[in-house]
């Protein structure tokens, strides 16, 4: 379910009453929302385009919950403020090939998508390094807390990371179309609110500004006036479920006054070509490849495949995001640098160090060794306390509860197990809400939330 936030300046500081108004606020709107609604909001959120494409190319709209989720302004702050580091040590562990690769060795001999990512990174000469790269990257957080049914759970913990994400960075459109929602259903109560203290209403224009320098960059070095963006997409026949999302996109970077269009990967695979070292789509010129598919092994059916990605890196186009970086953006170096003395070597000063790994819960290695048994046996003796998860981007690879015991116990004493990592599953605060989704509100029911900060980074 897409979830959206109310953020409120520092809730801590503000007396219990006001807090117990903006409840009884959203506890309001929750009871006189009913199915002889749904029609209404439905049209609403397609009138904002909050809409997916089925494979009937129908549109309907997306999944929604009912009320906007309350968070403490004071932790969010501290969280958003250490982004710009975060992403600037994860581009420079990206450079250190040397030490990317010597732990991606063991994994990639048993999974064939890291092997395929792992020879295109060491195949690039030093030289690649001076490439710019431009990373949409979004990073998504649970707020951490010991009791999630206390009624003010959401003042008394902190945010700590789900996953990084460095690849296919999106649903901008639908956040920010969102928010506009849930605001116009807020001011009808009459809970004010104020954009300084809200989550940014210009999410789309953020990510176009960094592919718009992308293609800057690109058109200034290489004298180019007829080079593209090309929003990259793993549907064919024009049908593909974000269509809405991918248009924004698209619409975006028009008013920019950035050229951009969209290409299926089969199309780049039938028609795109390297020439002294440029890309080409048909006579198209590539200034910039914005990849929103190329993170699952379905992608990869034949060497064709391989060689089109091999090609993207190899050429001038800037992609985003860069091989470097789709390869840290793995579950396994966010395990790495949960760990103070390889976090420390990315860092420039303690303090660095000391917010990022604030940032992080429990997160344990799963390698054939007396430490990986150990983790094994402590995700197969706590299956509700742990989730495991693959070197695989999004959180529908996750392996819970009762099947990660039986997955766990069947990988003992094989040396795939590495290619898991074990994590601590949070505890966040429970909100009641109602969920819409394909045309029914269901009952009130108990939901947590998770927080997506997106930055633009050019480098």
Not at 268 to 275: D, V
Request: proline content about 3%.
């Amino acid at each position: 379910t897409l979830q959206h936030y109310f953020i409120q300046s520092n809730l801590s500081m503000v007396d219990q009453e006001k807090i117990d108004a903006i409840k009884s606020a959203l506890h309001e709107i929750l009871e006189s929302t009913s199915g002889n609604d749904v029609r209404s909001i439905e049209l609403n959120m397609a009138s904002r385009g909050i809409l997916h494409v089925n494979e009937n190319a129908v549109s309907y709209p997306v999944s929604m919950a009912i009320v906007p989720t309350l968070i403490n302004y004071k932790d969010y702050k501290s969280t958003h403020d250490i982004q710009t580091t975060l992403n600037l040590v994860l581009d420079r562990m990206s450079r250190d090939k040397e030490f990317v690769v010597s732990c991606l060795a063991p994994v990639a001999q048993h999974d064939t998508m890291v092997k395929g990512l792992m020879e295109i990174y060491i195949s690039l000469p030093d030289s690649n390094l001076q490439k710019p790269a431009i990373g949409l990257h979004r990073h998504d957080y649970m707020y951490q807390t010991t009791d999630p049914t206390d009624k003010n759970a959401f003042l008394n913990g902190k945010f700590q990371m789900v996953e990084v994400n460095l690849i296919a960075a999106s649903m901008g459109h639908f956040t920010e179309n969102m928010l506009h929602y849930h605001h116009s259903v807020l001011g009808l109560k009459r809970v004010k609110y104020s954009h300084e203290y809200n989550a940014p209403t210009d999410t789309i224009r953020g990510l176009c500004k960094g592919l718009k320098l992308g293609y800057e960059l690109y058109t200034s070095q290489w004298r180019s006036e007829n080079a593209v963006v090309v929003l990259v997409n793993d549907a064919t026949g024009g049908t593909l479920t974000n269509y809405f999302d991918h248009q924004s996109v698209l619409n975006q970077l028009s008013r920019l006054g950035v050229p951009a269009v969209r290409h299926s990967f089969d199309q780049i695979k039938e028609q795109g070509k390297l020439e002294e070292g440029r890309y080409y789509i048909g006579d198209r010129e590539v200034a910039v490849f914005y990849l929103r598919t190329l993170y699952d092994p379905k992608s990869f059916v034949s060497e064709r495949c391989w060689e089109v990605r091999r090609e993207m890196e190899h050429s001038a186009a800037i992609t985003v995001p860069n091989i470097r970086h789709q390869i840290v953006n793995m579950k396994l170096f966010q395990m790495l640098l949960s760990q103070r003395d390889i976090l420390s070597r990315y860092c420039d000063t303690l303090e660095e160090t000391d917010s990022i790994l604030n940032l992080f819960t429990d997160t344990l290695p799963l390698d054939l060794n007396e430490e990986g048994d150990r983790n094994a046996q402590l995700g197969i003796d706590n299956p509700g306390m742990y989730v495991l998860k693959p070197q695989r981007e999004g959180g529908g690879n996750n392996i819970w509860d009762d099947e990660m015991k039986e997955t766990l116990e069947s990988l003992s004493g094989d040396p795939a197990r590495s290619q898991y990592i074990l994590m601590r599953r949070f505890t966040p605060p429970i909100l009641r809400n109602k969920i819409l989704k394909l045309g029914v509100l269901s009952e009130e029911m108990d939901t947590v939330s998770e927080v997506r900060i997106i930055q633009i980074i050019g480098i």
